[in-house]
């Protein structure tokens, strides 16, 4: 019977082992799962948005660039030369220098301008209507060391142009290229005085020197022609570089604007 006891005492202690178990195996299935931890937020990328720069600010804001000719020519559109404007550049050079009634004695007569150019013409078309009675008049003209025409221009290359470009108005008309490029002062002044010239194509500089050294006269010159609206590559005319127009005004006061005061020498805008 003790035996027996025991053995329950036994069973009873085993039993509440097991049973203690299974409670902690509840209390491990009950036990509370902790939650999951939210994720970190990440930081967001912040981006400053810039105003945007109004025309205003924009155009201050630019470094000024001083605004050369050929900016200005390059927009504008051509307009053929007129008498005003080269008596405006006439008065405008000689300013400076000149007393009011000086400036008021170098107005050219209107009489003394022919049609201009409007630029609808070629040079042999507008030198046949300024001037119809070319081969008459170049058939009378027997003086050496002078020449009916003249014709100013810019360069050696222009005044080669132009030499080509007036074969239909010229004929048989004796040409003289007056120029500084390959050929010296003293070589054209030889030929000026080997026979009579009709027609003179050239720079004002190398004019300007012949009629300094006595080769050419002025006084038997009946046409004075610029070659006053063709542009160069960098769209200037002749008379807006500096030199050229300089030496075009030294030219007009060795006798030029005397003969046109005169009546006996025309002036003509190509």
Same mark, same amino acid.
């Given at each position: *019977?003790?035996?027996?006891?025991?053995?329950?005492?036994?069973?009873? @202690?085993?039993?509440?082992?097991?049973?203690?178990?299974?409670?902690?195996?509840? #209390?491990?299935?009950?036990?509370?799962?902790?939650?999951?931890?939210?994720?970190?937020?990440?930081?967001?990328?912040?981006?400053?948005?810039?105003?945007?720069?109004?025309? @205003?600010?924009?155009?201050?804001?630019?470094?000024?660039?001083?605004?050369?000719?050929?900016?200005?020519?390059?927009?504008?559109?051509?307009?053929?030369?007129?008498?005003?404007?080269?008596?405006?550049?006439?008065?405008?050079?000689?300013?400076?220098?000149?007393?009011?009634?000086?400036?008021?004695?170098?107005?050219?007569?209107?009489?003394?301008?022919?049609?201009?150019?409007?630029?609808?013409?070629?040079?042999?078309?507008?030198?046949?209507?300024?001037?119809?009675?070319?081969?008459?008049?170049?058939?009378?003209?027997?003086?050496?060391?002078?020449?009916? *025409?003249?014709?100013?221009?810019?360069?050696?290359?222009?005044?080669?142009?132009?030499?080509?470009?007036?074969?239909?108005?010229?004929?048989?008309?004796?040409?003289?290229?007056?120029?500084?490029?390959?050929?010296?002062? #003293?070589?054209?002044?030889?030929?000026?005085?080997?026979?009579?010239?009709?027609?003179?194509?050239?720079?004002?500089?190398?004019?300007?020197?012949?009629?300094? #050294?006595?080769?050419?006269?002025?006084?038997?010159?009946?046409?004075?022609?610029?070659?006053?609206?063709?542009?160069?590559?960098?769209?200037?005319?002749?008379?807006?570089?500096?030199?050229?127009?300089?030496?075009?005004?030294?030219?007009?006061? *060795?006798?030029?604007?005397?003969?046109?005061?005169?009546?006996?020498?025309?002036?003509?805008?190509?």
């Amino acid at each position: *019977m003790e035996k027996e006891a025991g053995r329950g005492i036994c069973e009873k @202690e085993g039993s509440g082992d097991e049973g203690g178990g299974d409670t902690e195996m509840k #209390q491990e299935k009950t036990a509370p799962v902790p939650a999951p931890s939210k994720k970190a937020k990440q930081p967001k990328e912040c981006f400053l948005i810039q105003p945007k720069e109004t025309k @205003e600010e924009s155009t201050k804001t630019r470094k000024w660039r001083k605004k050369k000719i050929t900016d200005i020519l390059a927009k504008s559109e051509p307009k053929p030369g007129t008498p005003e404007d080269l008596q405006k550049l006439i008065k405008d050079y000689y300013s400076s220098n000149r007393s009011v009634i000086e400036l008021e004695e170098l107005n050219l007569p209107d009489s003394c301008f022919l049609k201009a150019n409007d630029l609808t013409h070629s040079l042999s078309s507008y030198l046949k209507e300024i001037c119809p009675k070319w081969v008459k008049l170049r058939k009378t003209h027997t003086e050496k060391k002078s020449v009916l *025409m003249l014709i100013l221009c810019s360069s050696a290359v222009r005044a080669l142009e132009l030499i080509r470009s007036m074969t239909a108005f010229k004929g048989d008309s004796k040409v003289m290229k007056l120029f500084a490029k390959h050929i010296k002062v #003293q070589e054209q002044v030889k030929l000026l005085e080997k026979r009579a010239m009709h027609l003179g194509v050239g720079t004002p500089g190398r004019i300007k020197e012949l009629v300094k #050294q006595g080769g050419l006269n002025l006084n038997p010159l009946k046409f004075l022609v610029f070659d006053w609206n063709w542009r160069d590559q960098k769209l200037k005319r002749m008379m807006d570089i500096p030199e050229i127009r300089k030496e075009v005004f030294e030219l007009l006061e *060795m006798g030029v604007l005397s003969l046109c005061k005169s009546e006996s020498l025309k002036l003509g805008l190509f």
